[in-house]
């Protein structure tokens, strides 16, 4: 991460808070000898990650990109499907879709909360529509009971890309359980981390199986066969992956779970004080959180006006130090998915949105400093 200079003054984009507790934990794990994955740390991790999802499995896996895929095969999905896809959001969605030979189509989002719009989706369901994926957009969650009606009348999977979710909330649920299974990533620029790692979480106990099986070569898990006195001799019937997280990852994991509310708060309240501080500028839209869904602030995009430079406002801010990218990206607009059909919703995000540094280490000299630095660069772009 290019934007995590330590030149004194200089404010990251993102940076991830781990400590002496996750270290500690990886030295325990150093010290049982297990660290490859689907260990003890692995299973107490998903036992506890899915208690927090308040659902009843959770598979951890190597990344959510992982996870995805996992979640499609475990619903039969192959070539001559099409899944419906939220447009705006990192391509690792789309990929998913095209590692199992079906193909992605893109539904357009909502400009107020960049999730996907559910009249764009019913408007795509065609006669090879399987499924769809719906993306809880820099960690605010999409529309999911209109998606779930919409899914359950049509007769198709919803999956929830819940990559930058963990801790969101949607009329009182937590991120997870808001779609039958769900998509995490514990990347390092995620809210929780142990560097790379995912997980896929279900209630449904014949997928959370199926995944787990391809997560592992296609074998039952060495958990199962651990402390048995026969000699278990594993039979390969179909081909797996190889998408298991470490048990040291895991490990991490467990500290960083614990963490959450913690780092979630400090978030919000930097969300808190930038909304109050760039309110009265022109120019730019602050990122909103509609009254039933609770957001992780993942990251933080404003929404510049049509008018305004964003070239040239992200090259004053960087040459003050302060970090700052373009918000994610509009899928339909990447080559790789050789696609015609239009979401002007995305495509405008995907020109106009700027994220500022956002992450739980930032000091309030720091928000004050980057909102300041932001106001004068957006008034001077115009
Ligand atoms: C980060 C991200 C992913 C990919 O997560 P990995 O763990 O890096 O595979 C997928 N979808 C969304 C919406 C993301 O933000």
Not at 168 to 191: C, D, I, M, Q
Not at 269 to 283: H, S, T
Not at 297 to 326: H, K
Request: charged content about 20%; some cysteine; aromatic content about 6%.
């Amino acid at each position: 991460m290019a934007e995590q200079s330590g030149a004194p003054g200089a404010v990251s984009l993102g940076r991830p808070s781990l400590g002496e507790a996750e270290l500690a934990a990886v030295g325990e794990v150093f010290r049982s000898g297990w660290v490859a994955g689907a260990g003890p740390a692995c299973h107490a991790f998903e036992e506890e990650f899915a208690a927090a999802c308040g659902v009843g499995h959770a598979v951890a896996v190597a990344n959510c990109t992982a996870a995805l895929h996992l979640a499609l095969l475990a619903h039969g999905v192959g070539p001559g499907d099409e899944v419906i896809v939220a447009d705006y959001t990192f391509p690792a969605t789309g990929h998913a879709v095209l590692f199992t030979g079906a193909t992605p189509v893109f539904a357009d989002v909502r400009a107020d909360t960049a999730t996907v719009d559910p009249d764009a989706v019913a408007a795509m369901v065609g006669p090879r529509t399987v499924g769809v994926i719906a993306v809880d957009a820099a960690g605010l969650p999409a529309d999911y009971a209109d998606l779930g009606e919409l899914t359950a009348r049509c007769g198709l999977f919803l999956v929830e890309d819940a990559a930058c979710a963990a801790g969101a909330t949607y009329r009182g649920r937590p991120a997870g359980s808001l779609a039958p299974v769900a998509a995490f990533s514990f990347h390092g620029r995620k809210g929780i981390t142990c560097g790379e790692g995912g997980a896929l979480v279900t209630d449904d106990a014949a997928v959370a199986a199926k995944a787990r099986k391809l997560a592992a070569f296609g074998l039952e898990s060495a958990w199962a066969r651990e402390g048995r006195t026969d000699l278990p001799i594993p039979v390969f019937d179909e081909p797996g992956y190889n998408y298991k997280l470490s048990d040291l990852g895991a490990a991490i994991m467990r500290v960083q779970l614990a963490r959450l509310p913690e780092l979630l708060g400090r978030r919000r309240a930097v969300a808190d004080r930038y909304a109050a501080l760039l309110a009265d500028v022109d120019g730019l839209v602050p990122p909103g959180e509609p009254g039933d869904r609770t957001g992780t602030w993942q990251s933080y995009a404003v929404t510049l006006a049509p008018g305004v430079d964003r070239g040239r406002v992200a090259a004053m801010l960087r040459e003050q130090d302060i970090g700052c990218n373009f918000g994610t990206y509009a899928s339909h607009l990447q080559p790789v998915y050789g696609v015609r059909e239009a979401c002007p919703v995305s495509a405008d995000l995907f020109r106009r949105q700027l994220a500022i540094p956002m992450h739980a280490e930032l000091s309030d000299a720091d928000v004050e400093r980057v909102a300041a630095a932001l106001r004068k660069a957006v008034e001077n772009s115009r």
